[in-house]
Nanobody, 115 residues
Framework: QVPLVESGGGLVQAGGTLRLSCAAS????????MGWYRQAPGKQRELVAA???????NYADSVKGRFTISRDNAKNTVYLRMNSLKPEDTAVYYC?????????WGQGTQVTVSS
């Protein structure tokens, strides 16, 4: 059973908007820090945004002002709203949970931004 399932990826033109969702199951969601990472072809996986169990966000410099991470503990879901998308945002985006029972990863969702 995969405890994290991402959705919302797709193909969008530069300047467009996407919202990613990550639904968690099998973990006590509210106890976990949640994060979004991405990996572009030939590059290492990098942190995009994270949010603590208390709801405090932090962002990579490359996405500050364009991306917003949020969480809904009642729905066991974390979101990543991505505005003003750029071709360099193209990557597979992964959801991450880190909490008392360990660290978990989703299977990823592809985001492709065309120029």
């Amino acid at each position: 059973q995969v405890p994290l399932v991402e959705s919302g990826g797709g193909l969008v033109q530069a300047g467009g908007t996407l919202r990613l969702s990550c639904a968690a199951s099998g973990i006590i969601f509210s106890f976990n820090a949640m994060g979004w990472y991405r990996q572009a072809p030939g590059k290492q996986r990098e942190l995009v945004a994270a949010i603590t169990s208390g709801g405090y966000p932090n962002y990579a410099d490359s996405v500050k002002g364009r991306f917003t991470i949020s969480r809904d503990n009642a729905k066991n879901t974390v979101y990543l709203r991505m505005n003003s998308l750029k071709p360099e945002d193209t990557a597979v985006y992964y959801c991450n949970a880190n909490g008392p029972t360990g660290e978990y990863w989703g299977q990823g969702t592809q985001v492709t931004v065309s120029s």
